[in-house]
């Protein structure tokens, strides 16, 4: 029997050589293919990218053929490049949409496939169950054309995304600014495809990258998966204070997520660095427009909307959802707790690049290193708290969703509960103003328990008591 290919938070992931196998990847591929036809784009072009994964580049050619035998014409990355890089070369390129092969932040036993539309941004829920639909059952009802024979006749022609990503990314960004600042910038690109950017975009000035973990390794050693939280970037904090680095900037395995590090080695959680970019934006260079943010990430940008009167949108988890409603409202920022962050005049992608590159713009304009950076940022909406307890689930999701339902507690880590939304998961929202948010991940068997809270000494009874509410404890 064929695995069922199922499109989660973003995109379909697997594990590699039991259900990710080159006939799964011809059929997802054949899927996509299928939907594009349908929508009348026979005969334009596809972007095909990847990341620095297990195959990743034989998966890529893999897919492209599959394109290419539908009737498609392929522009087919030269070497593993970001997913923003990818997605911007959809614009570039006027293609019709992309597929980039890549798990992200998964576990290195995992490979993954995501679709993108005519925007660079992520097909929106609607559009990935139609691609599910047309996903044939067996391979052999797979159309392909070989690389060779497709090179040949120039329905896949390999190229450079950089180039014109660096060209779009200096409109953006003042360089100079950044290479004359004198920073000392420490860089973990986790394995990935971050390695040797911020190296090469800051060379030539008194700004000094130090880069770690900048190098192919499908293993990822020094950490547990490519993803940028603790405890998977602690190399990279100790090393930021024993080169006495201004700051530390993670890139996950694909460089659409950022992470960041203070000069001091401490950890700048997800929901801050979404914070302090609004706030850069907001109030540095001046800019106005609506915020989009899901209900997992911080309230701070909530308390930034109504300080400069931006309006604030809310939406379920993954960029599916964000990147369309970033078009519908011409947003300023849009993002996510997971660390990815996407910005207006950019496509409606995370871009863990630009999101390094302006956290260092602020700290060149302000002055200031991140430590000072969020002193300034919680003597406008006050100091907030989150962490995140992720385990691994057994049983039938349904029966678990009954439990927490079941539960409904009063009280969370002594906060009265005010309400319960279910729009993704289950938040229970706080007295304080606060949330615990307890949901199952689109894309591994694990459950999350996330909260945040404006009490530090609350965070871990939050927490823990999200864990008993889940049947976990």
Same mark, same amino acid.
């Given at each position: 029997?064929?695995?069922?290919?199922?499109?989660?938070?973003?995109?379909?992931?697997?594990?590699?050589?039991?259900?990710?196998?080159?006939? #799964? @990847?011809? /059929?997802? &591929? +054949?899927?996509? *293919?299928?939907?594009?036809?349908?929508?009348? %784009?026979?005969?334009?072009?596809?972007?095909?990218?990847?990341?620095?994964?297990?195959?990743?580049?034989?998966?890529?050619?893999?897919?492209?053929?599959?394109?290419?035998?539908?009737?498609?014409?392929?522009?087919?990355?030269?070497?593993?490049?970001?997913?923003?890089?990818?997605?911007?070369?959809?614009?570039?390129?006027?293609?019709?949409?992309?597929?980039?092969?890549?798990?992200?932040?998964?576990?290195?036993?995992?490979?993954?496939?995501?679709?993108?539309?005519?925007?660079?941004?992520?097909?929106?829920?609607?559009?990935?169950?139609?691609?599910?639909?047309?996903?044939?059952?067996?391979?052999? #009802? @797979?159309? /392909?054309? &070989? +690389?060779?024979? *497709?090179?040949?006749?120039?329905?896949?022609? %390999?190229?450079?995304?950089?180039?014109?990503?660096?060209?779009?990314?200096?409109?953006?960004?003042?360089?100079?600014?950044?290479?004359?600042?004198?920073?000392?910038?420490?860089?973990?690109?986790?394995?990935?495809?971050?390695?040797?950017?911020?190296?090469?975009?800051?060379?030539?000035?008194?700004?000094?990258?130090?880069?770690?973990?900048?190098?192919?390794?499908?293993?990822?050693?020094?950490?547990?998966?490519?993803?940028?939280?603790?405890?998977?970037?602690?190399?990279?904090?100790?090393?930021?204070?024993?080169?006495?680095?201004?700051?530390?900037?993670?890139?996950?395995?694909?460089?659409?997520?950022?992470?960041?590090?203070?000069?001091?080695?401490?950890?700048?959680?997800?929901?801050?660095?979404?914070?302090?970019?609004?706030?850069?934006?907001?109030?540095?260079?001046?800019?106005?427009?609506?915020?989009?943010?899901?209900?997992?990430?911080?309230?701070?940008?909530?308390?930034?909307?109504?300080?400069?009167?931006?309006?604030?949108?809310?939406?379920?988890?993954?960029?599916?959802?964000?990147?369309?409603?970033?078009?519908?409202?011409?947003?300023?920022?849009?993002?996510?707790?997971?660390?990815?962050?996407?910005?207006?005049?950019?496509?409606?992608?995370?871009?863990?690049?630009?999101?390094?590159?302006?956290?260092?713009?602020?700290?060149?304009?302000?002055?200031?290193?991140?430590?000072?950076?969020?002193?300034?940022?919680?003597?406008?909406?006050?100091?907030?708290?989150?962490?995140?307890?992720?385990?691994?689930?057994?049983?039938?999701?349904?029966?678990?969703?009954?439990?927490?339902?079941?539960?409904?507690?009063?009280?969370?880590?002594?906060?009265?509960?005010?309400?319960?939304?279910?729009?993704?998961?289950?938040?229970?929202?706080?007295?304080?103003?606060?949330?615990?948010?307890?949901?199952?991940?689109?894309?591994?068997?694990?459950?999350?328990?996330?909260?945040?809270?404006?009490?530090?000494?609350?965070?871990?009874?939050?927490?823990?008591?999200?864990?008993?509410?889940?049947?976990?404890?």
């Amino acid at each position: 029997m064929a695995t069922t290919i199922k499109f989660g938070t973003d995109g379909w992931r697997g594990v590699i050589a039991e259900d990710y196998t080159f006939d #799964n @990847v011809r /059929r997802a &591929a +054949q899927g996509f *293919a299928s939907y594009l036809l349908e929508k009348g %784009k026979q005969g334009q072009w596809v972007i095909v990218g990847y990341d620095k994964r297990f195959d990743s580049e034989f998966f890529a050619a893999s897919c492209a053929e599959v394109l290419a035998g539908n009737g498609l014409k392929v522009w087919l990355t030269d070497g593993a490049t970001p997913t923003p890089v990818i997605a911007h070369a959809v614009v570039d390129k006027k293609a019709c949409g992309a597929v980039n092969i890549t798990a992200s932040h998964n576990p290195p036993t995992d490979n993954g496939f995501k679709v993108r539309d005519e925007h660079g941004g992520a097909i929106d829920p609607e559009g990935l169950k139609k691609i599910e639909a047309l996903i044939p059952e067996d391979v052999s #009802n @797979v159309k /392909r054309k &070989a +690389q060779v024979d *497709a090179e040949k006749d120039g329905s896949i022609l %390999k190229f450079d995304a950089s180039i014109a990503y660096i060209e779009h990314i200096k409109k953006l960004v003042d360089f100079q600014k950044l290479k004359d600042a004198g920073f000392t910038v420490m860089v973990d690109s986790m394995w990935g495809n971050g390695g040797g950017w911020f190296a090469n975009l800051l060379a030539g000035g008194k700004t000094k990258v130090i880069e770690i973990h900048n190098e192919r390794n499908p293993s990822f050693p020094e950490m547990k998966r490519p993803e940028p939280i603790p405890p998977n970037i602690n190399v990279g904090l100790k090393a930021t204070v024993d080169h006495k680095a201004d700051v530390l900037l993670v890139t996950d395995g694909d460089a659409d997520r950022l992470g960041v590090g203070d000069e001091k080695g401490e950890f700048v959680n997800q929901l801050r660095v979404y914070a302090l970019l609004a706030y850069y934006l907001l109030e540095v260079r001046g800019e106005r427009g609506a915020i989009v943010k899901t209900l997992s990430t911080t309230t701070m940008l909530n308390k930034l909307g109504a300080l400069y009167n931006v309006p604030v949108y809310e939406t379920g988890v993954g960029f599916k959802y964000v990147a369309p409603k970033m078009m519908e409202t011409d947003a300023m920022i849009g993002g996510e707790e997971s660390g990815g962050y996407a910005f207006r005049g950019n496509v409606p992608e995370r871009d863990g690049i630009l999101a390094g590159l302006y956290m260092l713009d602020f700290m060149a304009r302000t002055g200031k290193k991140p430590t000072e950076l969020l002193k300034m940022l919680f003597e406008k909406v006050g100091a907030h708290y989150y962490d995140r307890i992720d385990t691994p689930f057994s049983g039938d999701r349904k029966t678990r969703e009954e439990t927490i339902l079941k539960a409904n507690p009063k009280t969370i880590g002594g906060l009265k509960v005010t309400e319960l939304v279910t729009v993704d998961g289950f938040q229970f929202k706080l007295e304080d103003g606060g949330w615990m948010l307890i949901r199952f991940s689109g894309t591994e068997p694990i459950m999350r328990v996330y909260c945040e809270t404006t009490h530090q000494d609350k965070v871990q009874a939050i927490l823990q008591d999200g864990l008993k509410v889940a049947g976990l404890k």
